[in-house]
Structures are given as C-alpha cells and as structure tokens.
C-alpha cells in the first residue's frame, strides 16, 4: 500500500492556477487561507503546492536552496530570454547581479534615471491632454515604461509597437511560444549590433554601463548581456506597466481615495503606490518547484513538486494587514514582497518605484479632476493579463476638467 502524501487530493476543483482567468481570485484565496495556510490546487494539469500566507510565502523566497529559482525558469522564460539572473546561483548569481545592479540602486535613481521619466511622462500625456478623454491603458501605461526602458539603453525607437510587442510577447512563452520566440530572435537582432557599437564607443546608457562594468574581476560577455536585456525588457516594463493600471484603477474606482490623494499629492503620492502594490500586485503568483522531497514548515512535498507562491494573498493576509480587503492608501504600509524577497528580489525595484511615482504625480497636475467615464467601472476591474499570476486593467477609460 502506498502511504498517503499531500498531493492526494486538490483543495479546489475548477481553477487552473497556471492558465485560468478567475475573477473571484482574492475570495478564492481567503477562503482557502481559512482552511490552512497552503492548498493544493490543479497547475497546468498537474498538483502544485499554493503557499497563502505572508510568513511562508516570504520564507519561500528567503530558502533558495529549497526552492531554487532555476528549478522553474528553464520550464518558463528560459527558451526565450536564455541564461538570467533567475537561472543562477552562487558567485554567477553574485557576479553578475553586481555587475547589472548598480544603475538600479536608490541612490544613483536620481541621477541617472529621473531624469528620463518625467520629460517622458509629459511627452505621452500632451499626445491626448487637450482631448478631455483617453484611455489610460492604451495611451500611457502600456508605453511608457517600454519607452523608459528603451531610453534607458539608448535603443532607438522606430517603431513603439514593435517595441511594445517584444516586451509582451517574451513573458508569454507558455502561452504562446511562437510568438515568444519570434519576439526573441528579432529583439536579440536588434540589440546585438548596438552592443557591438557600445563596446567601440560607450557612452552614458545602461547597455554601455553593461560592457564597462565588471565585478571580482569579471566582466559580462555579449550573450551574458542579451540575457539580461532580454530580461529588463518584459520584466521592467510589463510588470511596471500592470502596477501603474493596478494602481489607477484601484484610485478611479475608490473616488474617496483619489480626492484624498489630490488633496497633498506630495504627501499621499508614495504611499498610493505603496498600498496599490499591496492591494493588487502586478505578479500575484510566483511559480517555483521544489526539485527535492522536503518537509517544509510542515509540509510534507514530494519530489519535483510545483509551488506556486501567492504574493497576492499574502499581502491580504489578516495576520499581517487589517482589514485586507480595503484600499487605504494612508495605510502607511511598504510592501516589498511584491518585488520579491531574498536573493532573487527584484532588482529594479527602485526604478519601478520611481516610475510609478512620477507617472501617478505627472498625471494627476496635468489632467485635473481625472475620473472615470460613466458606465466604466467594470472595464477597469483588474483582470487576468496572464493566467491568474499577473493581473492588471484591459482598459482605463477616463475623462477630466479641460483648462
């Protein structure tokens, strides 16, 4: 007789966790956190382990040895972005996080990337200021962090929805690996000759910082450096894009919040950010596997097990944020797990939190009294973008006072 393991049976029927859109998922997760602190949930046809509360999700993170991120990313991203920091361990890991980390420190963002992000916040919004109306997705967050990444390595940009394409076409391999792999082959052609040029004659752009840089004596070579872009390009401008959505819709839809926030924007602006990410997450489930059988926080897990970390219900877990549910941006709570913890956290984060800064401040002086259009509250809902891991608006529709 075979002894009983914790993948005998599912916690919840009718969820793919890998594939399904679900709009229900933040019940979904209270409920089962209710039950225990994990389930086991249907992924991608297979039994994943779902971790739900804050303590074991950020202790996930913290247990590379456990939960390799290199055990999942070869599955995933890996055909198309090739070799990147997620796939490493050890002194590679250290090496080359060292060598591409340095123009994303807090300390060199207003220096180096500031001020990029406000000219260009201008630039996009004076394209639809004087019409009264927009649609806030198409029009501002899906381009400008692609065109905040694009300047930052000094690509030139010919053409803003082909570069729009690539940063959305290499996150969705699972989806649709085709077009993921199109997408990387026609990136990597376009970069590898500006990399060749930026080895010549560097100048002050990321993708010059990238072949000057070096580390305990270590530099990056070309393909070492197409990773990383490969990388930077869906990472730093999908996810960012999705905070943004995330954000204003969670404002447009709690007009209280917003009005509040308009009241001392210098004040209320960074911790608007802080509860959007908080509140909705941009990657609201990490996948990772677990290579070895492990008991874990008391959790029994066999061998190859997918776990899935819910960054979404662990930043409403009640045992950690009052009142979960309720968007409050004088919360006064940061929310770093949602950039990740551990030595695979985010390292953009202080761009992404710049970025966000300056667009939500940029928007609100330039087009006052922004609301949504009547009848548009559901268009703004946030939603599935890629299965239920990464959420963010279809559509922002919105209007304001003409001057």
């Known amino acids: 007789m075979t002894a009983p393991t914790t993948l005998d049976h599912v916690d919840i029927e009718g969820v793919d966790f890998a594939f399904e859109d ?3 998922i933040h019940a979904i997760l209270e409920r089962l956190r209710a039950e225990k602190p994990y389930a086991v949930v249907p992924f991608a046809g297979v039994k994943a382990v779902l971790l ?45 996080r060292a060598i591409v980390s340095p123009p ?14 406000e000219p260009l916040a201008h630039e996009l919004i004076d394209r639809f200021a004087d019409r009264g109306t927009a649609d806030l997705v198409a029009e501002f967050t899906t381009r400008y962090p692609v065109l905040v990444i694009s300047r930052l390595l000094g ?26 792999m199109r997408a990387s082959q026609e990136f990597t052609a376009h970069v590898t000759p500006i990399l060749a040029e930026r080895r010549r004659n560097p100048g002050d752009d990321l993708i010059s910082m990238l072949v ?40 447009l839809t709690h007009p209280e919040q917003l009005d509040l926030l308009r009241s001392d924007p210098a004040e209320h602006v960074q911790w608007a950010i802080w509860e959007g990410l908080r509140w ?24 190859l097990t997918p776990m899935i970390f819910s960054i979404n219900a662990a930043l409403r877990d009640p ?50 009294g922004l609301r949504l259009q009547d009848g548009a509250a559901e268009q703004a809902r946030v939603t599935s973008q890629v299965g239920v891991a990464l959420r963010g608006p279809d559509s922002l529709p919105v209007e304001w006072d003409r001057q």
């Not at 599955?75 to 002194?91: E, N, Y």
């Not at 420190?105 to 990029?116: A, D, G, L, Q, T």
């Not at 690539?166 to 969705?172: K, T």
């Open 212 to 251: 000057t840089e070096s580390a305990e004596g270590e530099t990056l070579d070309d393909e070492q450096i197409l990773a990383f872009l490969r990388l930077l390009f869906p990472a730093g401008a999908d996810t960012t894009m999705l905070a943004l959505g995330n954000t204003l819709s969670a404002l």
């Open 22 to 24: 679900s709009p229900e």
């Open 104 to 117: 994303f420190r807090r300390s060199r963002i207003s220096e180096y990337i500031e001020p990029v992000l």
């Open 155 to 180: 690509l030139p940009v010919e053409d803003e929805a082909t570069v729009h394409r690539w940063a959305h076409d290499l996150f969705y391999f699972p989806m649709d690996p085709e077009a993921a």
């Open 319 to 368: 045992a950690v944020h009052e009142d979960p549910h309720r968007f409050d941006i004088t919360r006064r709570a940061t929310s770093m797990l949602a950039f990740g913890q551990g030595p695979h956290s985010c390292a953009g984060s202080w761009l992404a939190l710049a970025e966000l800064n300056t667009a939500l401040t940029i928007l609100l002086d330039r087009l006052p």
């Open 52 to 96: 739900l509360t804050h303590e074991l999700v950020s202790a996930a993170f913290k247990d590379e040895d456990t939960f390799p991120a290199s055990a999942v990313y070869s599955m995933t991203t890996g055909p198309v972005l090739g070799k990147t920091l997620q796939c490493m361990a050890g002194r590679e890991h250290r090496v080359n």
């Open 280 to 303: 909705e997450p941009p990657v609201g489930l990490l996948p990772r596997a677990c290579p070895e059988a492990t008991t874990w926080h008391g959790i029994d897990i066999p061998p």
